[in-house]
């Protein structure tokens, strides 16, 4: 059974830091597209980032420049380091595996999702 458990969420003030962290269980993160998407409140599902199997990724232009995403293939996990956090980044954040060159554009690719973990940015 493919498990994806997020974690690292919590409240941190504008431009602050966090990183979130998405441990997989049952399959490979290599032999996937792995990537991290949000949805705030009343809107939809966004992509924030993807890394393919490849280990190429790929940012959302809000994500370019302050969010990193990563791969750990030896403890099978993901990541997504986030800084200068501003308020509209407020979100649930899920974890998702899709087909090999799946890509955040296309959400509905992706066919594993975690449970989310939430970001609050606020002063």
């Known amino acids: 059974q493919v498990q994806l458990r997020e974690s690292g969420g919590g409240s941190v003030q504008p431009g602050g830091s966090l990183r979130l962290s998405c441990a997989v269980s049952?399959?490979?993160?290599?032999?996937?597209?792995m990537g991290w998407f949000r949805q705030a409140p009343g809107k939809e599902r966004e992509g924030v980032a993807t890394?393919?199997?490849?280990?190429?990724?790929s940012y959302a232009d809000f994500a370019k420049g302050r969010f990193t995403i990563s791969r750990d293939n030896a403890k099978n996990a993901l990541y997504l380091q986030m800084n200068s956090l501003k308020p509209e980044d407020t979100a649930m954040y899920y974890c998702?595996?899709?087909?090999?060159?799946?890509?955040?554009?296309?959400?509905?690719?992706?066919?594993?999702w975690g449970q989310g973990t939430v970001v609050t940015v606020s002063s």
């Open positions: 998702a595996a899709g087909p090999f060159y799946a890509d955040y554009v296309a959400p509905t690719d992706f066919h594993l």
């Open positions: 049952g399959h490979l993160v290599s032999t996937y597209s």
């Open positions: 890394v393919d199997g490849d280990g190429n990724p």
